[in-house]
């Protein structure tokens, strides 16, 4: 726990578990689960708890997967949950299932930070920027964004979904923060969404015809966007664009597993 948290620091939970059997990261890099696949010489998921643990706006932190079995694979990742650093628990049957379990396991005034275990270049700059912006914010969820240009501008091999909007095209950045306990009760709704992250269109088919219309054309603003989802969901739902554009790189697949490899090896 850190000296320098504030009265009410975040709880992180960390997905960690394969969405599919047989994933091509895990099988390129030679592991059983693609969270501890190696990028710089350490598996995926410590970067990311290491990232959470040394940011100065996260408490507790919650491991969902990867499953029991294979944390006897990972030394160091088992050690830590022996230690109590943070904790672990098995995922469910599906993420929607998994991200409602962790949040019950946490209390409820508590706010909660999701990420995910292949986020990979995950710095603790990039989590505390993204949840003291949140909580200057007066809604019950954020999602956080990177503009399109800046992460292909640093990253030109990146191949990242372009979320295209009137006034600027955004990368999600697999951050969210549930402010509210009303928040939580959105899970099965919020995953549906983040699984067609590929179909943007789909997404913004939540809203209705018009703004699917409006989206296609390039009419539809981001924040007409935030209002009508927020009206549909009856939540406030608000959005964090962050300066970096790490923050929106993501390892699913074997490509981008080499890709990151690259960009921290030039970075040191």
Known sequence: MHSALPATPFSAIVMAADRHPDDPVARAAGVTCKALAPVGGTPMVLRVLHALEQS???GSRLLCGPPAPLLEQ???LKSGIDAGDYGWMASRESPSASATAAMEQIQASQPVLLTTADHALLSSRI???FCKQAR???VDLLVALAPHDLVTQAYPAVHRTRLRFSDRDYCSCNLFAFMTPR???I???WRKVESQRKQPWRVIGILGWWPVCKYLLGRLSLQEALARLSGRLELKIGVVILPFAAAAVDVDTEDDWRLVQQILAENH
């Open 187 to 189: 899970t099965g709704v």
């Open 56 to 58: 100065l706006e996260v």
């Open 136 to 138: 200057t914010a007066d």
């Open 127 to 129: 989590v505390d920027h």
């Open 183 to 185: 928040a939580r009760a």
């Open 74 to 76: 990972a030394a160091e």
